[in-house]
């Protein structure tokens, strides 16, 4: 039964040659585990791995200012 019809996905190609079928691998250390795909046409790879989340202070509506880092003037 084809993935289609189960879930809402979508079909993928590989960038260069257009193929549509993957091998998949698995690359793990202690710290993180990414994903392999190599094409099965023309062996180009892609790693899939999570990205670290970042905090960003912007400046609140309105506000004149905004969270810095540096030694505050009163307590
Ligand atoms: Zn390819």
Do not use: W
Not at 6 to 28: D, I, T
């Amino acid at each position: 039964m084809p993935l289609q019809s189960q879930l809402p996905v979508k079909a993928m190609a590989c960038g260069n040659c257009g193929h549509g079928l993957f091998r998949v691998f698995s690359y793990e250390t202690d710290f993180v585990m990414k994903l392999v795909t190599q094409c099965e046409k023309c062996d180009s790879t892609s790693v899939i791995e999570p990205v670290p989340a970042t905090l960003r202070i912007e400046f609140g509506e309105g506000s004149d200012g905004r969270l810095c880092r540096m030694d505050p003037k009163t307590p």
